[in-house]
């Protein structure tokens, strides 16, 4: 298969291309201006694998949770590559990329992926590997206080993402298991979206939504009076 990733929900942003088992990508933490760096990464990961995109199969992108404009970023984009391509695009949780790159550079089986909502919060969600080596969920995305945040026990627990750098987690894993430094990368989103693909889980662009899991950010405020 032949996919197109990209990733701007968090502080870094991303692109790379899957083709075959050889992956092209750029990665960056410019925490700001996502949105022109991202376009000339899309760019420069084709060039390297020497397609265009009428050459992809699908275009995948990392649907959030994170950073409310990173996200809208990241799916807008992937919505006019695809409309303009003509092809599908399939959406992936940054969590789940998240925990992917936990398994890849940590060898994790078991990782609770958390990154920092601001606003005293947390997204998390605690996810499995599969026979492929590929990340399942083992719960539900969440976004509230990192107190909620439940380790199952027993069981060989990894921590990945920028949540697990806040005080408040302190003591919930070993330091040793915890990877703060952690940010979803476009790569891994690509590895997920193949399997996805595969599942049947491509939409057209305009299906192709974002995942905020804050509401009262993500609605305008005449929808989210009351709620």
């Given at each position: 298969?032949?996919?197109?990733?990209?990733?701007t929900a968090?502080?870094?942003?991303?692109?790379?291309?899957?083709?075959?088992e050889?992956?092209?990508?750029?990665?960056?933490?410019?925490?700001?201006?996502?949105?022109?760096?991202?376009?000339?990464?899309?760019?420069?990961?084709?060039?390297?694998?020497?397609?265009?995109?009428?050459?992809?199969?699908?275009?995948?992108?990392?649907?959030?949770?994170?950073?409310?404009?990173?996200?809208?970023?990241?799916?807008?984009?992937?919505?006019?590559?695809?409309?303009?391509?003509?092809?599908?695009?399939?959406?992936?949780?940054?969590?789940?990329?998240?925990?992917?790159?936990?398994?890849?550079?940590?060898?994790?089986?078991?990782?609770?992926?958390?990154?920092?909502?601001?606003?005293?919060?947390?997204?998390w969600?605690?996810?499995?590997?599969?026979?492929?080596?590929?990340?399942?969920?083992?719960?539900?995305?969440?976004?509230?206080?990192?107190?909620?945040?439940?380790?199952?026990?027993?069981?060989?627990?990894?921590g990945?993402?920028?949540?697990?750098g806040?005080h408040?987690?302190?003591?919930?894993?070993?330091?040793?298991?915890?990877?703060?430094?952690?940010?979803?990368?476009?790569?891994?989103?690509?590895?997920?979206?193949?399997?996805?693909?595969?599942?049947?889980?491509?939409?057209?662009?305009?299906?192709?939504?974002?995942?905020?899991?804050?509401?009262k950010?993500?609605?305008?405020?005449?929808?989210?009076?009351?709620?």
């Amino acid at each position: 298969m032949k996919i197109l990733a990209i990733d701007t929900a968090t502080e870094a942003c991303s692109a790379a291309v899957l083709s075959g088992e050889t992956i092209a990508m750029r990665y960056d933490e410019p925490r700001r201006g996502h949105s022109e760096q991202i376009l000339p990464m899309v760019d420069a990961v084709l060039a390297e694998a020497g397609l265009a995109l009428r050459d992809l199969d699908v275009i995948a992108v990392g649907r959030g949770p994170g950073a409310f404009t990173g996200v809208r970023i990241a799916v807008s984009v992937a919505q006019g590559l695809a409309f303009g391509a003509g092809k599908l695009v399939v959406p992936v949780s940054d969590l789940a990329a998240l925990a992917q790159r936990a398994v890849v550079e940590h060898n994790a089986h078991n990782v609770i992926a958390c990154i920092d909502a601001r606003m005293d919060e947390v997204y998390w969600g605690r996810f499995a590997v599969d026979a492929q080596q590929l990340v399942v969920a083992d719960s539900d995305e969440r976004v509230g206080p990192p107190a909620e945040i439940v380790v199952p026990t027993p069981g060989d627990w990894w921590g990945a993402g920028t949540g697990w750098g806040l005080h408040s987690l302190r003591g919930k894993l070993p330091a040793d298991r915890t990877a703060p430094q952690l940010l979803p990368r476009a790569r891994e989103i690509a590895l997920l979206a193949r399997r996805d693909f595969h599942a049947g889980k491509g939409v057209p662009p305009e299906q192709a939504l974002p995942v905020y899991l804050r509401d009262k950010v993500a609605r305008p405020p005449s929808q989210s009076a009351g709620n």
